[in-house]
């Protein structure tokens, strides 16, 4: 069974950082594309960023240049520093593959950015 933990997730002001984990099991994670995925209060959840086994990576718009997606293949653990964060950066953050694998997700990790 497939099964996401995300943690790191927590209260930040404005232009703080914050790294995120993610511990997957139940996949071969070191083949997988993984990717973050976030969703905040009233909105769809929408992807963030994703990196493949290899370590290229790609980002939406919003957070290039601020967040940075790694991976330790060893550890099936995925990364997200996130740098500069903005107010707009708040929701909750998840880990999936990308695309995302069938079955749930995980419970995510709350980030809120806020003074």
């Known amino acids: 069974q497939v099964q996401f933990v995300e943690s790191g997730g927590g209260l930040v002001q404005p232009g703080g950082s914050l790294r995120l984990s993610c511990t997957a099991s139940?996949?071969?994670?070191?083949?997988?594309?993984m990717g973050w995925y976030r969703q905040a209060p009233g909105e769809q959840r929408e992807f963030v960023a994703a990196?493949?086994?290899?370590?290229?990576?790609n980002y939406i718009d919003s957070v290039k240049g601020r967040f940075t997606i790694s991976r330790d293949n060893a550890k099936n653990t995925l990364y997200l520093q996130m740098n500069s964060l903005k107010p707009a950066d708040t929701a909750v953050y998840f880990c999936?593959?990308?695309?995302?694998?069938?079955?749930?997700w995980g419970q995510g990790t709350q980030v809120t950015v806020s003074s």
């Open positions: 139940g996949i071969v994670f070191g083949v997988y594309v």
């Open positions: 999936n593959s990308f695309p995302p694998v069938a079955g749930p």
């Open positions: 990196i493949q086994s290899g370590g290229g990576t």
